[in-house]
């Protein structure tokens, strides 16, 4: 009776978190959605960065596939506002749940890691969350403003194009910022000129993001940034510097100032995608490559550390601590078997495992030497015939004891 209620209430209690899960991605989604239609550029329902798909791949990639409600149940309130119709509403919103979970699907094929320390983490975002997962949503969402009515043939092209590099975005930008606030921890041990870096660096990114929404196109300007950033920081500073300078060139192309001004819709769109685009990946790419040369650091401080001490225990004479149990062991009953074995000789013995196999080989041929000898004396030994005289000089040579040597010391103390 017992196990049943606490199993009951162990159901009860993962019930409790998982609606709570969806209650917060849900209001995460629409909240996001909201900012991201302040800038949109067509219809009222297409914007160069569309946050909620970084907010619905990443809350698979840390909460599971069980969320994935809270993804439908979100797309399907941001768009019941937007119309144009129920059935256009429905199949954006399976678009858009198709999209995040094909996105999910091929980041766990292939290994991915949260953390975004590797490279191949950064390449798998990249290329199979942002250029690939997006395609079902921008394709999906598209065709039905279309067979809606709302878009004629001739637009679909560009509509998607729009739809597609924002979904992108989204996945660049904002999936790494939610995905590392999660990974990383509080930092600990940091130094005062630490702090002070990360504040001016803070205060750059602010200072060059307000230069990009002035009359003067200095969009280059912040990838200087994005590198100090990578190098000082890793995922955590690259990925939140590439967030802020979308953010600021976004709404610099909305209000069609600096480099966006007098240029017409499509020409906007390229240079904001190839902004943000150079931007994300430069981030995620820089500081990946980054992660990887400080854990190979790592390791190969630790592996000198390691060899450091073993030569320091050959040189104390505790080596036979390094050999092989089972060596160790043969040694220690060779010692029980000698009974008062000298130092030196025991010393001998420890380090004789290869020289005690080819001792045995002596002794076994030996012994045919020995059989052979016998054979020899008992033809000789027939009625009537002397005892050759060679015949004790074939047979004391195998009989003696052989002179010990440096290396066989502790075999033939025990012959």
């Known amino acids: 009776m017992a ?4 199993a009951h209430h162990v159901r009860l209690r993962r019930s409790a978190v998982a609606a709570l899960e969806i209650s917060a991605i849900v209001v995460l989604y629409f909240g996001a959605a909201r900012l991201g239609l302040m800038q949109q550029l067509v219809r009222g329902q297409v914007t160069p960065l569309w946050p909620p798909t970084g907010i619905a791949l990443a809350s698979l990639l840390l909460c599971g596939r069980r969320v994935w409600p809270a993804i439908a149940i979100g797309a399907f309130l941001v768009n019941v506002l937007l119309g144009p119709s129920m059935s256009a509403v429905l199949m954006i919103t399976a678009g858009n749940t198709v999209s995040a979970l094909f996105s999910h699907a091929m980041l766990r094929r292939a290994g991915f890691h949260n953390t975004l320390d590797r490279l191949r983490d950064a390449l798998a975002l990249i290329f199979l969350g942002a250029f690939t997962g997006t395609l079902v949503s921008a394709t999906t969402g598209t065709a039905a ?3 809606a009515g709302v878009l004629s043939r001739g637009d679909f092209w560009p509509t998607w194009s729009v739809w597609w590099t924002g979904d992108a975005m989204g996945v660049l930008v ?5 995905l590392i606030l999660r990974s990383a921890g509080r930092p600990r041990d940091l130094s005062p000129y630490r702090w002070a870096e990360g504040l001016l660096l803070m205060a750059a990114v602010a200072g060059v993001g ?5 009359q003067t196109p200095l969009l280059f300007l912040g990838f200087p940034l994005l590198i100090w950033a990578a190098f000082r920081f890793q995922p955590a500073g690259a990925a939140l510097c590439a967030l802020t300078m979308s953010t600021y ?3 610099a192309a909305g209000r069609r100032s600096g480099p966006f001004a007098g240029h017409n ?3 906007n769109m390229i240079t904001l995608q190839a902004f943000n685009g150079a931007a994300a990946l430069t981030a995620l790419m820089l500081s990946a490559v980054v992660c990887e040369r400080n854990q190979a650091q790592r390791e190969i401080a630790r592996a000198c550390g390691d060899l450091a001490g073993m030569a320091a225990r050959l040189a104390t004479g505790g080596h036979s601590a390094m050999l092989p149990a089972a060596t160790v062991s043969r040694a220690a009953q060779a010692d029980a078997a000698g009974g008062g074995v000298e130092p030196g000789k025991a010393e001998a013995v420890r380090g004789g495992a290869e020289t005690g196999k080819a001792e045995d080989a002596r002794k076994a041929e030996d012994t045919r ?3 052979d000898t016998r054979e020899v004396d008992e033809v000789g030994d027939a009625p009537g015939d002397e005892a050759p005289a060679h015949t004790t000089k074939v047979v004391s040579p195998c009989l003696e004891r052989r002179p010990p040597t440096t290396n066989k010391a502790g075999r033939d103390d025990r012959i």
């Open 265 to 267: 819709l499509l020409t």
């Open 210 to 214: 307000v230069v990009e929404m002035g």
């Open 145 to 147: 403003l279309v067979l």
């Open 369 to 371: 030497e020995v059989e």
């Open 3 to 6: 196990v049943a209620c606490h």
């Open 174 to 178: 904002v999936t790494p910022v939610l």
């Open 249 to 251: 060139a976004v709404i």
